[in-house]
């Protein structure tokens, strides 16, 4: 199973980007998928995560209000919509599969690289 994530870049603070992580090699519709960041000199943090079939979300309080996840059975992706964006949300993101939504990390047994999120103040 592999994940690619894309869609980082630099923004504003108050803007907004939007994250895609594309599954591959798996049966996508039988994963929950996390999103996580990790910021320089932090430990890695869970954002949001959406089990299997879409029916539920999860987010960190950080991300509660400001950021929305969604998935995409057709196309085999999952989104993270984040909106309203803080210089503290600057942090790579990682995209990462499981079969059941946690926020523990070591649940996750496959993950992709991170795409690079900045935001300037």
């Known amino acids: 199973v592999q994940l690619q994530a894309s869609g980082g870049g630099l923004v504003q603070a108050g803007g907004s980007l939007s994250l895609s992580c594309v599954v591959s090699?798996?049966?996508?519709?039988?994963?929950?998928i996390g999103w996580y960041r990790q910021a320089p000199g932090k430990e890695r943090e869970f954002v949001a995560g959406?089990?299997?079939?879409?029916?539920?979300?999860d987010y960190s309080d950080s991300s509660k209000g400001r950021f929305t996840i969604s998935r995409d059975d057709a196309k085999n992706t999952v989104y993270l919509q984040l909106n309203s964006l803080k210089p503290e949300d600057m942090a790579a993101y990682y995209c990462?599969?499981?079969?059941?939504?946690?926020?523990?990390?070591?649940?996750?047994?496959?993950w992709g690289q991170g795409t690079l999120v900045t935001v300037s103040s």
């Open positions: 959406i089990d299997w079939n879409g029916g539920y979300a």
């Open positions: 990462a599969a499981a079969t059941i939504l946690s926020r523990n990390s070591k649940v996750y047994g496959f």
């Open positions: 090699g798996g049966t996508f519709s039988m994963f929950a």
